[in-house]
């Protein structure tokens, strides 16, 4: 059975009474849990304090600025990021991609900003203390071996969060609180290429909103995973894609896709390709088959999750181009 | 230890626990509630699902000290007064959507919930409300069977009710 270790959870009221809380040694902003309390099960990590965001007032909810830009609360929970009528209109990659994760229940547990947030991800990690240590442990944890890259010296476990490659399409940031003031983080800047910690962002500071930019006229987007089964399971590949074609013709696409390495990675020339072909044409679908080629050079998954890497390496054009006709049909 | 005030079925509980005991040991351990079952403990099988606030969640992944002021509601819930079966449990045992029972709690939770806000589900309505559940006997088309003979006598009643 899995036991959580002994810890305390403070369940502070404002933004600054987490942030004082936050301050304190050993204290980590827990939303919905579901990506720590697995962790801590698994003890990969040993907070002291769990700082609960979900009594924190102002954190929830979704709403648009004058600017038609969409504000959404980090403890949002997934469901209602998914749900969201403002959401599916305004940016059909985030509704999709918050709608494909984990189950029902997670849904309703999970918030958006603990997306953004989740740990990196690789089948000899997400185990238990004692498979970690029959194994040997390794860079990521207690360890200073890669499994996944023999000799390597730099953790590559994946980004999997499956929001995270349709945030980067939409232009999303993330409203940061901290000690010291609020700043605005541009999501493109968030990600490093370290798969023990990933994140340009201290444990200890705390996001306050997801911030969606207005997007371009003629605006459409779609997020597409592989995946062993319908539900539960973590992307063995997401990708997500923007597709702006006002009056039917592409002015400007991209393609983001996670679950390769430890950042979501951009696919790039997608819209040198796509800009000028009009939507329902045989150029564009042309175009759609070349983006899955350039996207098929590009992405190279490693053994690092769950699934045959040649097997998703083979399936990079083929849920490119999936998701490019769902945004463009 | 922490003390903590929740709402299970409707009662006011106070309980004394170690800060970082779950829902789900609070439920099956000091209230004595062992309906709600611990499968994989990891949020991937759904056998702990129960409603917080009308949410379906897994009580496995969810510390008991945040669940503080809100409504819990278990299996052990559903039952009325009398010790009769809810619409959806009675349904459950009709229609065969039972077979060894330990993800059945889970199973019946998530379909209460459906029902709650949807009370006249497609079959695919049903699937899609259950695809956090598993269930290892493969029972499922029965499952799905019993989810719709529920929503069919809930609203039956209800039907019924009103005419009354
Ligand atoms: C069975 C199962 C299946 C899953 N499948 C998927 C899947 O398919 N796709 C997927 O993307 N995820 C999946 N997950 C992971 C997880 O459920 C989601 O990523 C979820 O959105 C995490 O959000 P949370 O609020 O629960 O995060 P938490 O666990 O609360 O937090 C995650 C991280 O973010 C930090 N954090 C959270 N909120 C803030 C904040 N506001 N400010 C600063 N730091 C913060 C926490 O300290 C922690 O480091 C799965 C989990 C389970 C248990
Ligand atoms: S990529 Fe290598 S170092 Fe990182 S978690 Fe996996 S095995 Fe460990």
Redesign the pocket.
């Known amino acids: 059975m899995l036991r959580l270790p002994q810890l305390q959870v403070a369940r502070p009221r404002t933004v600054e009474e987490a942030l004082a809380l936050l301050g304190g040694e050993g204290a ?9 309390l ?1 962790n801590l099960k698994h003890r990969l990590l040993a907070p002291q304090t769990l700082v609960s ?1 979900a009594g924190v007032e102002g954190l929830s909810g979704v709403s648009v600025d004058p600017g038609g830009a969409l504000v959404i609360g ?2 949002t929970r ?1 469901h209602e990021v998914a749900e969201h009528p403002e959401v599916r209109a305004r940016a059909p990659a985030l509704a999709m991609a918050a709608g494909l ?3 029902p229940q ?1 849904r309703r ?3 958006l ?3 953004v ?3 990196t991800r690789c089948r000899y990690v997400n185990q238990s203390a004692f498979w970690r240590k029959s194994l040997g442990h390794c860079l990521k944890k207690d360890g200073a071996v890669c499994h996944v890259v023999p000799g390597g010296q730099k953790c590559v476990a994946a980004a ?3 929001t995270a490659p349709a945030l980067l399409t939409l232009g999303a940031s993330l409203t940061v609180a901290t000690a010291a003031g609020t700043r605005e983080v541009p999501l493109e800047s968030l990600w490093k290429p370290d798969g023990v910690y990933n994140r340009r962002l201290a ?1 200890n ?3 306050t909103a997801i911030r969606v930019p207005a997007q371009a006229a003629g605006h459409r987007g779609a997020y597409l995973k592989l995946r062993p089964r319908e539900s ?4 063995l590949l997401g990708v997500a894609v923007r597709v702006d074609a006002a009056g039917g013709v592409v002015q400007s696409a991209d393609v983001v896709v996670v679950a390769l390495q430890a950042v979501p990675r951009r696919v790039t020339g997608a819209s040198d390709e796509l800009a000028g072909k009009a939507l329902g044409t045989q150029e564009l679908e042309a175009a759609i088959v070349a983006v899955g080629a350039r996207a098929h050079q590009q992405c190279r998954p490693l053994p690092n999750v769950p699934g045959d890497p040649d097997y998703r390496r083979e399936m990079v054009p083929v849920f490119v181009r999936r998701a490019l006709r769902a945004a463009a049909g | 230890m922490i003390d903590l005030e929740l709402t299970v079925n409707g009662e006011l509980a106070r309980v004394r626990v170690e800060p970082g005991a779950r829902l789900l040991d609070v439920l099956r351990g000091p209230l004595g509630l062992p309906g709600t079952k611990e499968g994989c403990g ?3 099988c759904g056998a702990c699902t129960v409603l917080v606030a009308g949410r379906p969640v897994c009580a496995c ?1 969810t510390p008991a000290a945040e669940v503080e002021g809100l409504e819990v509601l278990t299996v052990e819930g559903l039952v009325g007064p009398g010790g009769d079966l809810s619409a959806v449990q009675r349904a459950f045992v009709e229609g065969g959507g039972v077979q060894c029972g330990f993800c059945t709690p889970g199973m019946v939770m998530s379909v209460h919930a459906l029902l709650e806000r949807n009370p006249d589900p497609t079959p695919e309505d049903v699937r899609e409300a259950l695809t956090g559940n598993l269930c290892r006997c493969t029972g499922y088309a029965q499952i799905v069977e019993s989810a719709l003979l529920a929503a069919r006598k809930r609203r039956e009643a209800r039907e019924g009710g009103d005419r009354a």
Do not use: H, K, R
């Not at chain 1, 980590?28 to 720590?36: M, R, V």
């Not at chain 1, 539960?232 to 992307?235: C, I, K, L, S």
């Open positions: 980590l902003p827990f939303a919905g849990g579901t990506d720590l697995p965001l980090a403890t997934l994760v984990a189950s997670i547990m999970g918030t900003g603990g997306n947030l989740l740990d999997s969060n499956d444990p500071e705390l996001v539960f399971d973590f992307p | 990891n949020g991937e992944l």
